[in-house]
């Protein structure tokens, strides 16, 4: 997610605000995906373009989208009906330092999310519809999962309610961002939100972040709570060692463009073991 949203939902008298963020953006799901779809193995790129034309909407605007163009679909689904599916783009891990009573992740989350598509894609029994969508929820919240903004909550005598990933963890005035959130979601400024990249620039990208960050996506970790787990470790070890309120140094931006290029890598990797995965057990 990039930047803090908010959907207005009207209903008889009165107004029900809903505070969404994205996580990294375009350019970063695009990555993720181009970076998970050179590992995939053809068996996998035949069968999973199949499934994704089957949400491709009639005359729409922008065509059929291509598997890495889809990484960034979820995000565009922000209709007041399509509100439920809002928590899949994180999870919530609460901690606290000065003993604020934590509250739990919601039931509907990141983790949830990409397992529940894992079973929808291995199942025998679901729609081709239904497949093409969770294969597009697995595109983009694998991304997700790992910025590591979208696995934490900081619960404080400030945000008794928790700080929503750092949405509420305020910033001085910078170049980037104005929450500690936004600053991850920005790449520290690595992923500039309104530069356009063209295929080709997108691919010659990712191959510089995969040569920088090797992956062999047949030696990884497979499971979403781990690496939400490890998102959240570097969210309270690294993300929340800036003050609230600061202004981050040149030192504390360079460490997050590093580690959020190194999450990119590790997440395309991993998105490409499990869609590999999946293909090796479905027709």
């Not at 605000?17 to 995939?40: E, P, T």
């Not at 783009?89 to 509907?108: A, G, V």
């Not at 679901?126 to 590591?148: C, E, M, N, T």
Request: charged share 20%.
């Amino acid at each position: 997610m990039l930047d803090v949203k908010r959907i207005i939902l009207c209903l008889g008298m009165g107004c029900l605000i809903f505070a969404n963020a994205y996580a990294w953006n375009s350019v970063g799901h695009r990555l993720v995906a181009q970076i998970a779809y050179d590992k995939l193995s053809p068996r996998a790129i035949s069968i999973f373009n199949r499934y994704n034309r089957y949400v491709d909407q009639p005359n729409s605007k922008y065509g059929p989208r291509t598997l890495v163009g889809s990484a960034a679909w979820l995000d565009s689904q922000r209709r007041a009906d399509q509100l439920w599916m809002q928590p899949m783009h994180y999870i919530n891990i609460p901690f606290s330092r000065d003993n604020t009573p934590l509250l739990p992740p919601k039931k509907l989350n990141a983790v949830v999310s990409i397992e529940q598509a894992r079973q929808v894609l291995e199942s025998s029994m679901a729609s081709d519809y239904d497949k093409g969508f969770y294969l597009r929820v697995l595109l983009h919240v694998v991304g997700d999962i790992h910025q590591p903004m979208h696995s934490v909550s900081l619960y404080s005598a400030r945000t008794r309610n928790g700080d929503k990933g750092g949405n509420m963890y305020h910033l001085k005035n910078n170049p980037v961002a104005d929450n500690l959130h936004a600053y991850w979601d920005r790449g520290g400024g690595s992923l500039i939100r309104n530069k356009a990249y063209s295929v080709s620039a997108l691919r010659r990208r990712a191959k510089l972040i995969e040569k920088r960050w090797p992956c062999d996506a047949q030696n990884v970790s497979l499971s979403a709570q781990n690496w939400a787990d490890e998102s959240f470790q570097i969210a309270v070890n690294q993300a929340y060692q800036l003050p609230y309120g600061q202004k981050p140094s040149g030192m504390y931006q360079k460490q997050v463009k590093q580690t959020s290029e190194q999450r990119l890598a590790l997440a395309g990797c991993r998105l490409a073991a499990v869609l590999n995965d999946i293909a090796v057990k479905v027709g």
